[in-house]
T-cell receptor
Framework: AQSVTQLGSHVSVSEGALVLLRCNYS??????LFWYVQYPNQGLQLLLK??????LVKGINGFEAEFKKSETSFHLTKPSAHMSDAAEYFC????????????FGAGTTVTVRA | GAVVSQHPSRVICKSGTSVKIECRSL??????MFWYRQFPKQSLMLMAT?????????EQGVEKDKFLINHASLTLSTLTVTSAHPEDSSFYIC???????????FGQGTRLTVV
C-alpha cells in the first residue's frame, strides 16, 4: 500500500520568496510520485512527476521536486513565489500499476503575500 | 492532447432524485478511469476504479448501489448518484489514464449540491 504525508496544511510566503512544500511517502514498491495544483472549483493540474528516472524533476511554472529515497521525501520547491501560485497543492503516490491509481496527501494551501 | 472533460460542472438536485455525471476522454482512449470525491478543504478520496467493459471496483466504504459507475466505452465513464441526499453534496472529480502513459489526466470536476 502507498500513502503520502504532507507536512503543513497551510504555507504563507511573500511574493518573490522561496516556496517549499513538504511531502513524505510510504510505499512497499518503487513509487511513482506526483505533485498537482488545484485552483478553486477546478480539477487538478499536473505540476511534475517522478517515475524512476532523474531524481531532480522539473515541472511547469518554475516548480521542481527532488526524490530522496533515503528520506522517503519528494519536496516541492519554487525559488520565487508569484501571486498566481496561490492555490491548493497535492502530493500523490502511485504504485505504477494499471491506470496509475493515486493516493493523495491532505493538501497544502499556499497563500502569497504582496 | 490528453484532455478529460467532465459534465456538468455544477448541478443542483432535489433530495431523493438521481443525477448523472459524465467523464469523457476527448483525444485518447481511456482504458481506466477513476472517480474521486472531495469535501471542502480536504483531499481527494478515491471512490472507485472503472475499467472499460467491466464492473467498477469500489473502495471500502463506498456504496456501489448508491454510486453507480458505468464505463461503456473507451472514452466515456459515468457516475450516477442515486437517491441523492444532502450529505452527498460534494465535489466529484474523474481522472483517466491510457496504456503506457505514466500519469492520469483529470477532469475539471463537478460540484453537486443536493437540496
Amino acid at each position: 500500500a502507498q500513502s503520502v504525508t504532507q507536512l503543513g496544511s497551510h504555507v504563507s510566503v511573500s511574493e518573490g520568496a522561496l516556496v517549499l512544500l513538504r511531502c513524505n511517502y510510504s510505499s512497499s514498491v518503487p513509487p511513482y510520485l506526483f505533485w498537482y495544483v488545484q485552483y478553486p472549483n477546478q480539477g487538478l493540474q499536473l505540476l511534475l512527476k517522478y517515475t524512476s528516472a532523474a531524481t531532480l524533476v522539473k515541472g511547469i511554472n518554475g516548480f521542481e521536486a527532488e526524490f530522496k529515497k533515503s528520506e522517503t521525501s519528494f519536496h516541492l520547491t519554487k525559488p520565487s513565489a508569484h501571486m498566481s501560485d496561490a492555490a491548493e497543492y497535492f502530493c500523490a503516490v502511485s504504485d505504477g500499476g494499471r491506470g496509475y491509481k493515486l493516493s493523495f496527501g491532505a493538501g497544502t494551501t499556499v497563500t502569497v503575500r504582496a | 492532447g490528453a484532455v478529460v472533460s467532465q459534465h456538468p460542472s455544477r448541478v443542483i438536485c432535489k433530495s431523493g432524485t438521481s443525477v448523472k455525471i459524465e467523464c469523457r476522454s476527448l483525444d485518447f482512449q481511456a482504458t481506466t478511469m477513476f472517480w474521486y470525491r472531495q469535501f471542502p478543504k480536504q483531499s481527494l478520496m478515491l471512490m472507485a476504479t472503472s475499467n472499460e467493459g467491466s464492473k467498477a471496483t469500489y473502495e471500502q466504504g463506498v456504496e456501489k448501489d448508491k454510486f453507480l459507475i458505468n464505463h461503456a466505452s473507451l472514452t466515456l465513464s459515468t457516475l450516477t448518484v442515486t437517491s441523492a441526499h444532502p450529505e452527498d453534496s460534494s465535489f466529484y472529480i474523474c481522472s483517466a489514464s491510457r496504456e503506457g502513459n505514466t500519469e492520469a489526466f483529470f477532469g475539471q470536476g463537478t460540484r453537486l449540491t443536493v437540496v
